[in-house]
């Protein structure tokens, strides 16, 4: 997972979800709002298509799953489901891209203490800090807290909900791209002179999970050889905090 910057619809293309959602409303109080209808005929416009355009573009090149960043992207998802928050099913705020796999493991399930979502929305806050990731297994898990000898209850709903521990192929896939970073890093500390802005280029286009964010602001800075880098070359360590942050 990695944090994601939401971009801003068309002004037309909003001013359609209100409207929807105005129309959705209404038929709520009649009692006669049938989310998943409702929803299936809007779905076959060409409004929300680009709605899924724009969480695609959000994505960058690689189109990517806004839960796993593993496969491919391929539909709009209710972070909040459309059945249980019918008022929020046409909003902007309340809609990620998502594949097959995490769509059908998520389902109309949204754990919450109170009204606080525990599912993480990568749109809204940097998903490491309740995450951790796992280089023996490629699992992702939740993050321990060592001040409150915890574990992050945001985190642990998120891997349960989308069962981010027994995913063989997505844990490949993180392992893999952990080997990539590794050996960059390791590149780099065997040619301490070359540039650092290179380097960070070649992180950014090896990091095809996100876990840039798990070694900058998590707790992949504790793991060889990222922990080498910041003990011995701490300059280039910050400069590359810094570009990810
Ligand atoms: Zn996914």
């Known amino acids: ?40 005929n809007a779905r076959q416009t060409k409004t929300i298509e680009k709605v899924l355009k724009a969480l695609q573009a959000m994505m960058g090149d690689r189109q990517r799953c806004m839960y796993c960043l593993d496969s491919h992207g391929s539909d709009i998802e209710h972070f ?29 399930s949204f754990p919450v203490d109170g009204k606080k979502p525990l599912l993480i929305d990568p749109t809204k806050e940097e998903p490491w800090l309740h995450l ?3 280089p023996q297994t490629g699992n992702i898990v939740p993050r321990f807290n060592p001040n409150t000898m915890t574990f992050s209850e945001k985190g642990e709903q998120t891997v349960i909900t989308l069962q981010l521990d027994q995913r063989e192929a997505l844990a490949a896939g993180y392992k893999k791209t952990f080997k990539n970073l590794s050996e960059e890093i390791r590149h780099f500390l065997d040619n301490p002179d070359n540039s650092i802005d290179e380097l960070i280029a070649k992180l950014q286009e090896k990091d095809e999970h ?24 701490p300059s280039v360590w910050s400069a590359c905090a810094s570009a990810f942050k």
């Open 1 to 40: 997972m990695r944090r994601v910057k939401r971009l801003n619809l068309e002004i037309r293309v909003q001013s359609y979800l209100s409207k929807r959602q105005k129309q959705a409303n209404q038929k709520l109080i009649k009692g006669s709002l049938d989310t998943t209808t409702e929803w299936k």
């Open 80 to 108: 909040r489901p459309k059945a249980a928050f019918p008022k929020r099913m046409f909003r902007w705020r309340n809609l990620l891209l998502c594949c097959s796999e995490c769509g059908r493991l998520k389902s109309d």
């Open 132 to 134: 951790d990731f796992d």
């Open 210 to 233: 996100g876990l840039l964010g798990w070694i900058f602001l998590g707790t992949g800075s504790f793991v060889n050889p990222f922990n080498e880098l910041q003990s011995t070359n």
